[in-house]
């Protein structure tokens, strides 16, 4: 009997790649493939790893785009990628992805691979993140796709209000972000099934959250929303994401 009761499934997100059972298994069923670095045939990118904090195990994987001056300096960009749950920073899609962006942008990317819930709930994830961009050298632009643009966000508004010393945020990039809110709006009214998704989820990685307009959820219902301390912010949406007017929304304000 009791091992049956282990295996029952306690939470179930089949469909974004993960179940939780009662005794407090989480069994992956995507996102569990990783790659070492290389250097990158086609680009010349060279990408390596680097510990940040071996007290927390928070690692970071760095792309350095070929150059004909080595002595150049070149550009920051500090990325976090998208999934609180279900991707890896070391995963086959980044790494093909951040060998690309770096070789395009000639920029050093650093991919930051936060500890992941739901084994390590928010706000870890964020504290992480900040961890990194802490330890990140001056005049760099944060990006993220995903959840990865919603820890970008609230890293901008981290610098805004903690400030640091010799840093200047120069930018960020938000690519389909992962904002909510409790009422819908735009296409979130028509897929009603999503959106309960995209709550539930919300929930389950924030347990100590203040609900679905959690100011890291709704950024647009912050108080601090004027703190954010960068130069410049450029949204970038997709046409079918159910998501799509948050992006919107948070280019208005």
């Known amino acids: 009997m009791a091992s049956n009761a282990a295996e029952e499934v306690v939470s179930d997100f089949t469909l974004l790649g993960f179940r939780v059972y009662r005794d407090g298994r989480v069994e992956r069923l995507m996102g569990t493939d990783i790659v070492p670095p290389s250097t990158n045939p086609e680009t010349g990118v060279q990408s390596k790893d ?35 749950c279900i991707e890896s920073a070391f995963s086959p899609t980044y790494q093909t992805y951040l060998n690309s962006l770096a070789a395009k942008a000639n ?70 972000p992962y904002f909510g809110g409790k009422d ?13 998704l995209s709550h539930k989820l919300w929930l389950f990685v924030y347990p100590s959250s203040s609900g679905h307009d959690d100011p890291l959820f709704n950024p647009v219902l912050d108080p601090k929303f004027s703190s954010l301390d960068c130069k410049k912010v450029l949204v970038c949406v997709a046409e079918q994401d159910m998501l799509k007017d948050r992006g919107w929304y948070y280019k208005k304000e």
């Not at 964020?126 to 990865?148: F, L, M, N, R």
């Not at 819908?184 to 309960?196: L, M, R, T």
């Open 184 to 196: 819908p709006i735009g296409a979130e009214c028509n897929n009603i099934f999503g959106k309960e």
């Open 50 to 84: 680097v510990v940040i904090d071996p007290e927390t195990g928070l690692s970071a994987r760095l792309y350095i785009p070929k150059t004909p001056n080595p002595d150049h300096k070149l550009p920051l960009l500090v990325y976090f990628h998208g999934g609180f």
């Open 107 to 176: 920029a050093v990317v650093i991919s930051v691979d936060f500890r992941r819930a739901p084994e390590h709930p928010l706000p870890i994830p964020y504290d992480d993140s900040w961890a990194a961009v802490k330890w990140v050298a001056s005049h760099s632009t944060t990006s993220g796709d995903s959840s990865g643009g919603n820890i970008a966000h609230n890293m901008g508004i981290r610098v805004g209000l903690e400030g640091l010393d010799g840093m200047r945020l120069v930018g960020i990039v938000l690519v389909h």
